[in-house]
């Protein structure tokens, strides 16, 4: 006989002689074991386990329908297979076997091919079904370490299956709500209807399976916890639904931060709003004293002064115009600092440059600097206006810290998808230590005669994080002077 593994038969029999001649049969192919009465029978398959039993009816003591009915319920057994040897006829006593767990009947004196063909068939069904409970316990191991709550319910909605996680999170123990009304115990009462509901229409089809909801369980410790689910029908052989499969993530914590979350945001944004709305009133506020300030030298211009009158009064309105330019800078900035996104366009990097050129010509004039545009032709980039400022900006800086009689160079060069872009000048340099911190605001070198409120490179820095590029500062190769450079995506 083709059987792999050798399986373990126990044969009940208080004849001797029946016993030998059975495991004659047999014992080329199984492992023989043997008791001749009830007693012993027991104690063998409480501690050898046999794979199957060959039980005869009629003995001293315990018959073989007691020890049948002993295995298959008190012992829960019920998956060994049983067959009874039996001289018995009748319809009655053919009954009685079945009713005691009974899986086959062999009539004595045994026939050894019918023998091994019962035996061979009833082994064969008892390999499938402990391949199908290792599958399925390994199943429920696996589904023992997710970290969600796992459950089957039937169709009345009664618990059939929990897995570890699940109940540890309802605090109870598996066996105690086992076949328990899953919605009357663990549903909140006024999601019952609901959930019900809910229920109902996915075994009736009108709802998809999977179709994520949320509704909060009840604990035993009568703690609410809200649950997001996952639930889908179960299906027989034939098609019916005989279940559902529910499953739940305890997402109590994570909606409560979501919240918390939601209301910091919300304080954020109010918190901008009002921070805007200061912006304004103090940007309004401030610049209208200094309007007037401008309006009365204006005035005062007009008058007859002597020469340290007219040098007062110049100081005067270079005072109140780095005023105006502080004030316009830190609204500036300070709106740029509550944005998020801006919207980007194609621009002309040379034109844009050459008109912040243009506005420049007077100071360039006065210190006698000229510019030297290194870059010909068009170079079209991804940009939002306001990298004008930043242009603007750092030509400034550029004018401003130059020596006289000097040259700034604007460079732009080809890196691949952007244009890197690079204004140098020939002023003192800056040191290492300090070539990023000048981006920082109010953070300012200090030089002899030169007055600046440090907002200007910040606000560079700014415009250049909203384009989600980089700016930096490096030493100019040609000697004294720095190199301000920074990117933009080509169109």
């Not at 001797?16 to 007693?39: C, F, H, P, R, W």
């Not at 023998?115 to 316990?137: A, G, N, V, W, Y």
Request: with cysteine; charged share 30%.
């Amino acid at each position: 006989m083709d059987i792999t593994a050798r399986h373990k038969i126990l044969i009940v029999d208080d004849a001797e002689m029946n016993v030998t001649i059975i495991k004659n049969y047999l014992q080329n192919d199984y492992d023989i074991i043997s008791a001749n009465n009830g007693n012993d029978a027991l104690e063998l398959v409480r501690t050898e386990k046999p794979d199957l039993i060959l039980l005869d009816v009629v003995m001293p003591g315990k018959d073989g329908f007691e020890i049948s009915r002993m295995i298959k319920h008190e012992y829960e057994m019920d998956f060994i297979p049983v067959v009874m040897l039996t001289a018995l006829t009748s319809k009655e006593d053919h009954h009685r076997g079945i009713e005691v767990g009974a899986d086959d009947f062999l009539k004595k004196p045994i026939d050894r091919f019918e023998l091994e063909k019962k035996i061979f068939s009833l082994l064969r069904i008892k390999d499938q079904h402990d391949t199908l409970i290792k599958d399925l316990s390994k199943a429920y191991e696996y589904l023992d370490c997710v970290g969600v709550l796992i459950a089957v319910l039937d169709k009345d909605y009664k618990l059939v299956y929990i897995n570890k996680k699940g109940a540890e999170s309802l605090g109870c123990k598996r066996k105690d709500i086992i076949n328990k009304p899953w919605i009357e115990l663990f549903v909140r009462h006024e999601d019952i209807e609901r959930v019900t509901k809910m229920y109902d229409n996915l075994q009736k089809g009108s709802i998809k399976p999977y179709e994520y909801h949320e509704y909060t369980i009840v604990t035993t410790m009568a703690k609410q916890r809200l649950y997001k689910w996952y639930d889908s029908p179960l299906f027989n052989e034939k098609g019916g639904i005989y279940g559902i499969l529910i499953s739940g993530e305890d997402i109590t914590d994570k909606r409560m931060a979501e919240t918390k979350l939601q209301e910091y945001a919300d304080q954020l944004k109010r918190s901008n709003d009002l921070k805007d709305l200061f912006t304004d009133i103090l940007r309004h506020d401030l610049l209208n004293p200094a309007g007037l300030v401008m309006s009365f030298a204006d005035f005062l211009g007009e008058t007859k002064l002597d020469e340290k009158q007219q040098r007062m009064l110049k100081n005067i309105k270079t005072a109140n115009l780095k005023l105006i330019e502080l004030i316009e800078n830190a609204a500036h900035l300070a709106k740029l600092e509550s944005m998020d996104t801006i919207e980007l366009n194609r621009v002309n990097l040379t034109s844009i440059l050459n008109d912040q050129i243009n506005n420049y010509l007077l100071e360039m004039k006065n210190k006698n600097i000229k510019i030297e545009f290194l870059a010909k032709g068009e170079y079209p980039a991804m940009a939002n206006h306001l990298i004008e400022r930043v242009f603007s900006n750092l030509l400034s800086n550029a004018i401003k810290y130059s020596n006289k009689n000097t040259t700034i160079k604007i460079s732009i060069e080809d890196i691949g998808d952007k244009w890197k872009i690079g204004i140098i000048d020939q002023g003192d340099g800056i040191p290492d230590k300090d070539k990023t911190m000048i981006f920082e605001r109010f953070e300012r070198l200090h030089k002899e005669n030169i007055r600046g409120s440090g907002i200007g490179l910040a606000i560079v820095k700014r415009i250049i994080e909203l384009h989600k590029e980089k700016v930096w500062v490096t030493d100019n190769p040609e000697g004294k002077g720095s190199i301000f450079w920074l990117t933009l995506k080509k169109a």
